[in-house]
C-alpha cells in the first residue's frame, strides 16, 4: 500500500511549477487528485499523466479569485468524492513593482488571488477536512517571511497568508487536523522566468530550487507520524546569488 492510498488530495495551481510536482509526487502515493487552475489545459495534462500511471485526477478549472466559482468548486468536490483528506495552497499570482509604482488594482488581484481565495476555499473544504483529521498545507514564500524591493504587494499577501495558517492551525490542531507552511525561495518555474525578464535578469533555472525538491519536503511532512506535526519548512537554493 503506498502512504496516502485513497486519500483525496485537493492541490491549487496543480497544473505548473510547485503544484504540479506536488501533485505528482501525492498522486505517486496513491492520492486521488483533483488539480485546480484557472487553465485546463495544464491540469488535462497533469490528470491525464497521473491515469496514465495508474493514479486516479480531475482537473478543475476555477478562478480563485471569483466566490461563485470558489463554491461551485467546493460543491463539485463534495458531489464527485464525499470528502478531502488534504488541500495544498499553491495557486498564486506576482507583479512586481514598487511600492511607489505599483498600481492598486494589482494589489486588489494580488489580494483576490494569494489571499482571500485560499482564505475561502479553506472555509468550504474545512468540514469535509475536519471530518478526516486532515491535512492542509499553504505553499508560502521566503519572501512571507522577509519582504524584498519591488514584491511588496506580494510579499503582503503572504505574509497574511502566514497569519491565516498560524491562526487555522491553533483552531484545528484539537480536531486532529494538521497545518503546514512552506517557504521556498526562488524556484526553478514558468513563473519565475517570467519574473527573471520582468526584473531583467538572466534566468537560470539549474541555479535556483526545483518544484521536485518543495514537492518532497511537502510529502515528507504529510506522511509523518500521527505522533508529529511540521508547522513551517523554510527551503532555499543551495547555489547562492554571485
Do not use: W
Amino acid at each position: 500500500m503506498t502512504a496516502l492510498a485513497e486519500q483525496v488530495a485537493v492541490v491549487t495551481g496543480g497544473g505548473t511549477g510547485i503544484g504540479r510536482a506536488v501533485a505528482r509526487a501525492l498522486g505517486l502515493q496513491g492520492a486521488m487528485l483533483a488539480l485546480v487552475g484557472r487553465r485546463p489545459a495544464p491540469l488535462e495534462s497533469v490528470a491525464a499523466a497521473t491515469r496514465e500511471a495508474g493514479g486516479q485526477a480531475r482537473a478543475y478549472p476555477a478562478d480563485l479569485g471569483r466566490d461563485d466559482e470558489i463554491s461551485d468548486l467546493a460543491g463539485a468536490l463534495k458531489r464527485d468524492f464525499g470528502h478531502a483528506d488534504i488541500l495544498v495552497h499553491s495557486a498564486a499570482i506576482v507583479r512586481p513593482g514598487t511600492v511607489a509604482d505599483a498600481p492598486g488594482e494589482d494589489f486588489d488581484l494580488h489580494y483576490r488571488i494569494n489571499l482571500r481565495g485560499p482564505y475561502l476555499l479553506t472555509q468550504a473544504l474545512l468540514p469535509m477536512i475536519r471530518a478526516r483529521q486532515g491535512q492542509i498545507v499553504f505553499i508560502n514564500s521566503s519572501v512571507g517571511l522577509t519582504a524584498r524591493a519591488q514584491v511588496g504587494q506580494y510579499a503582503a499577501t503572504k505574509h497574511a497568508l502566514k497569519a491565516i495558517a498560524d491562526s487555522l492551525r491553533e483552531e484545528v490542531n484539537r480536531d486532529g487536523v494538521r497545518v503546514l507552511s512552506v517557504y521556498p525561495g526562488r524556484t526553478a518555474t514558468p513563473a519565475q522566468e517570467v519574473l527573471h525578464a520582468l526584473e531583467g535578469r538572466p534566468y537560470r533555472p539549474d541555479r535556483l530550487l526545483q518544484p521536485e525538491d518543495v514537492a518532497a519536503m511537502v510529502l515528507t511532512a504529510l506522511c509523518l507520524p500521527r505522533t508529529a506535526e511540521v508547522t513551517d519548512i523554510q527551503i532555499r537554493p543551495m547555489v547562492k546569488p554571485d
